[in-house]
């Protein structure tokens, strides 16, 4: 199981994500995206490349998907906030995109 991130090193990590467009929830310890895609065939595939990726991780995101738009919430229920493995999650998403 992955810590929750704090300190110097959670600072860090926060910075490259909102970088890269992740935005800090206001109401968790969590990060948000919206990814937009060209339609809902390309959505729904990048979801499917997601999950295989998430299941090999055992972290799992929290999602929605509406046509082209994929809403992703990443956060770590173990420790009841932000581990590193949302922000290598986080990464791989953006990477796949
Ligand atoms: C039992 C199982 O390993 C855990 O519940 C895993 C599964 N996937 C998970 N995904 C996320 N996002 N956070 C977790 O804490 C988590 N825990």
Redesign the pocket.
């Known amino acids: 199981?992955s810590e929750k991130l704090t300190g110097a090193k959670r600072e860090t990590v926060l910075a490259g994500l909102t970088g890269n467009g992740w935005v800090i929830d206001g109401n968790r310890d969590a990060i948000t995206k919206t990814f937009k895609f060209a339609n809902f065939v390309d959505a729904f595939g990048w979801m499917t490349r997601m999950a295989i990726i998430a299941e090999k991780m055992?972290?799992?995101?929290?999602w929605s998907n509406v046509y082209n738009r994929v809403e992703v919430t990443?956060?770590?229920?173990?420790?009841d906030g932000l581990s590193a493995?949302?922000a290598e999650l986080a990464q791989k998403m953006d990477k796949a995109k």
């Open positions: 199981m055992n972290h799992h995101p929290e990443l956060t770590t229920h173990d420790v493995l949302d």
